[in-house]
């Protein structure tokens, strides 16, 4: 069978918009749901200062005031606000996938299902055959809603090559009684890729999705990966996070070479409450032209990750946004938003 033509660009290719699904009283942001609004309205400046902006949600009016607030007149021409009802707010997991062949795009309609059904998704799981039937996204719709995949289960090195963790897609209530095997000829079909490189180590405490990749370890440019590095010995996280990192050592790229590897810092513990919070610069969003990364109001480790991310990607601005918010729901900026890859 001839082999497709479409592929799944990395994230530092060109963008045509960028989603974000906005919170709203109906979701657990509920008891915070000012400060979480404010954090995505410097995401949304961020953005559309780069590239356009497809906002998901139920209150389209109250999000055009919120917005207007904060943005100019030509950043609210980079707007495009759909009226959609949703359970909760991270586009990366419920959000389409998209490949291109350099000319059009394919939009992967993947199932989401609240990531092995610990919490509702129906809603958010309908909210991409919106944006498609409502003509908001352009392209080969492909409803691939007998397979569970969260955009941020997968990092593409635009090279044929997709990074994942078997933590998660090999986690319950997501594809079994599928073999990782299986998994794995279904991605490389799906994502028209040809190889898929598993992490056997790495999870951050009070991370709900069972060890996506976007909190872990992210691709870059000329082979490049930065990964969550823990050098505290005391830190419960440290002899995982030391595995992986050695793992990440006897990686090697398609051409047989060894990734260059970057190391991102680890936050210092957050918490709320008794429970820690999966605090990770390695959940940093990549725009046209800047990367959006988290800080945690630790200046020595927000300056220590803003240099590494500089260096995997140069002459891009670095936009750094306080997290403290989004963490208490155990996701990151990364988390929160989707690219759509100029075709």
Aim: with cysteine.
């Amino acid at each position: 069978m001839q082999k497709s033509k479409y592929t799944l660009p990395p994230e530092w290719s060109r963008q045509s918009a960028m989603q974000l699904t906005w919170p709203h009283g109906g979701t657990d942001w509920r008891e915070y749901l000012d400060d979480i609004c404010a954090v995505y309205v410097e995401m949304a400046d961020a953005i559309t200062r780069h590239e356009r902006l497809l906002v998901v949600t139920s209150e389209p009016d109250g999000v055009k005031a919120q917005l207007e607030k904060k943005l100019t007149a030509s950043q609210m021409d980079n707007v495009t606000l759909h009226r959609c009802p949703t359970n909760d707010t991270w586009a990366r997991d419920h959000g389409f996938i998209t490949l291109t062949d350099g000319e059009h795009a394919r939009l992967l309609d993947f199932r989401f299902n609240g990531w092995g059904c610990k919490f509702e998704a129906d809603l958010d799981n309908a909210i991409n055959h919106s944006l498609y039937i409502n003509k908001v996204v352009e392209g080969e719709y492909v409803d691939l809603n007998d397979f569970v995949l969260e955009g941020g289960s997968i990092e593409s090195d635009g090279h044929g090559t997709v990074l994942t963790t078997s933590q998660c897609l090999l986690a319950p209530h997501r594809n079994q009684p599928m073999s990782r095997l299986e998994i794995e000829q279904r991605l490389k079909n799906d994502l028209g890729v040809e190889r898929i490189l598993w992490l056997d180590h790495g999870h951050l405490e009070g991370d709900d999705t069972d060890g996506h990749i976007d909190t872990l370890v992210r691709t870059a440019p000329d082979d490049t990966l930065l990964y969550v590095q823990c050098t505290d010995e005391s830190d419960s996280h440290y002899a995982d996070l030391k595995q992986m990192e050695e793992q990440l050592a006897t990686l090697r790229t398609i051409d047989g070479q060894p990734y260059r590897l970057l190391p991102l810092p680890m936050p210092r513990p957050i918490y709320d409450g008794d429970d820690r919070l999966p605090a990770t610069y390695a959940n940093f969003v990549i725009i046209n032209g800047a990367v959006i990364y988290p800080t945690y109001a630790q200046p020595d480790n927000d300056a220590e990750a803003a240099r590494v991310i500089g260096e995997a990607f140069p002459g891009r601005e670095l936009i750094g946004i306080d997290s403290r918010t989004v963490i208490r729901q155990h996701g990151s900026l990364h988390c929160c938003t989707m690219q759509f890859p100029k075709e």
